[in-house]
C-alpha cells in the first residue's frame, strides 16, 4: 500500500511544478513584450574635438629640454640645408653634435634652436676649431662662414626640427612621450586641462582615431579646421590618455604638427568645442618631403643618405645627446 501511495504523491510534485514552470514562462514571454521598442536603440555616439591653438602648440614644442631628444637623430634633423654640403660632412656633424650637446648641458630647451644669433656663432666658432682659416677660405670661396651658416641654419623652427626628428625616429611614442613629459605637467594642464596620465603616446592613424570615434573624414578634418585634403586618413597620429578623461592627440600632417583633444561617449548627439585647427605658423614641407603616412619609409632612408655622405653610422642613445663614429 505505502508504495502506491509515495507514487501517487510523486507525480502529484511533478504536475504542480510543470504548471508553476508554465505560468512562469507566460509571465516573463508578457514581460518582455510590455517594453517600448524604442528602448532596444542604440544610443547615438559622439565626439568632442577640442583643437590647441597653434600658438600653444608651438610654445609646447619650444620647451622640450634638448636633452630629453636622441642626439643622432636631432643632428640628422638640423643638418639639412643645402648650403651646408659645402662642408666636409664629418667635420659639420661633429661641430654641430658639440654645440647642441652644450645647449642640453646648459638646460636649453627647443626653443635655443631658433635664436640664430646664438647658435650660428657657436656652431663656427667650433668649425674653427676643427678647420684651418685656408681650409674655410677654400671651402667657403669668396662667401664668410658666418653668411654661409646663416643662410643655412638662420630660419630654423623649433616646430619643424622636431617634426623632422620624429619622423627620424625609430622609437616615436618614446620620444614624443619624454619630450612632452619634460615640458613639465603645468604647460600641458595649460593646454590639455589635465595632465599626462603616465601611460605614454601610441602611434595609431587619423582613419583609425576616425572608426574609433564614429566621425566621419570630412566632420574630423572641420572640427579641427582644416580640410579633408588637409587631414587625410592616412595622416599619422599619437595618443595619450589624460588625467581628466580626454585624450591628447598630436597629428603630423601635411601642413606641419598639431595638438588636440578627444573625447567620445554616447547618449548625446555629436559636438565640436574649441577653435583653432591644423593651420601652422611653420612652412610647408618642401619638394621631396615625404607624405603623411610614409615617415618610416622616409626615416629609413634619410639614415642611409646621411651615412653615405659622412661614412658614419650615429650611434642611438635614447634621451641623451650623443655619437659615435665608427
Known amino acids: ?63 622640450i629640454p634638448l636633452a630629453d631628444l636622441n642626439g643622432a637623430e636631432l643632428v640628422m634633423a638640423v643638418d639639412q640645408g643645402p648650403e651646408l654640403e659645402r662642408l666636409p660632412e664629418d667635420v659639420f656633424t661633429a661641430a654641430l653634435q658639440e654645440v647642441l650637446a652644450e645647449m642640453a648641458a646648459k638646460g636649453l630647451t627647443a ?32 662667401e664668410s662662414l658666418n ?10 623652427e623649433p616646430e619643424r626640427v622636431f617634426q623632422q626628428t620624429l619622423e627620424l625616429s625609430e622609437d616615436p611614442q618614446g620620444l ?11 604647460m600641458i ?22 572608426r574609433t570615434y564614429g566621425i566621419t573624414e570630412r566632420a574630423f578634418a572641420a572640427a579641427l579646421g582644416t580640410s579633408a585634403d588637409g587631414l587625410p586618413e592616412t595622416t599619422a597620429a599619437f595618443t595619450a590618455p589624460l588625467t581628466n578623461g580626454r ?19 554616447a547618449g ?14 611653420v612652412r610647408q614641407r618642401s619638394a621631396g618631403r615625404p607624405a603623411a603616412g610614409h615617415s618610416r619609409r622616409y626615416r629609413s632612408s ?20 650623443g655619437l659615435s663614429y665608427r
Open 302 to 321: 634619410h639614415r642611409h643618405r646621411h651615412a653615405r655622405r659622412s661614412g658614419a653610422r650615429p650611434e642611438r642613445r635614447e634621451g641623451r645627446l
Open 147 to 156: 653668411t654661409l651658416l646663416t643662410a643655412a641654419l638662420g630660419s630654423l
Open 189 to 210: 594642464e595649460s593646454i590639455a586641462g589635465g595632465s599626462l596620465s603616465g601611460r605614454g603616446f601610441t602611434e595609431t592613424g587619423v582613419g583609425e582615431l576616425e
Open 176 to 186: 614624443l612621450t619624454r619630450a612632452l613629459s619634460g615640458v613639465g605637467p603645468e
Open 1 to 63: 500500500m505505502y508504495p502506491s501511495l509515495c507514487l501517487r504523491s510523486i507525480k502529484a510534485v511533478r504536475t504542480r511544478c510543470s504548471a508553476a514552470a508554465s505560468l512562469l514562462a507566460g509571465l516573463m514571454g508578457a514581460a518582455l513584450l510590455a517594453v517600448p521598442v524604442a528602448s532596444a536603440k542604440v544610443a547615438p555616439t559622439y565626439v568632442e574635438v577640442d583643437p590647441v591653438p597653434p600658438a600653444q602648440t608651438a610654445e609646447a614644442i619650444e620647451a
Open 111 to 142: 626653443e635655443g634652436l631658433g635664436e640664430a644669433s646664438d647658435l650660428v656663432p657657436a656652431i663656427e666658432r667650433a668649425l674653427q676649431g676643427r678647420l684651418s682659416a685656408a681650409e674655410l677660405q677654400a671651402l667657403t670661396a669668396e
Open 268 to 281: 548625446v548627439s555629436r559636438g565640436v568645442t574649441g577653435s583653432g585647427g591644423l593651420r601652422r605658423r
Open 247 to 265: 585624450v591628447l592627440v598630436l597629428f603630423n600632417g601635411p601642413e606641419g604638427l598639431s595638438l588636440a583633444m578627444l573625447k567620445g561617449g
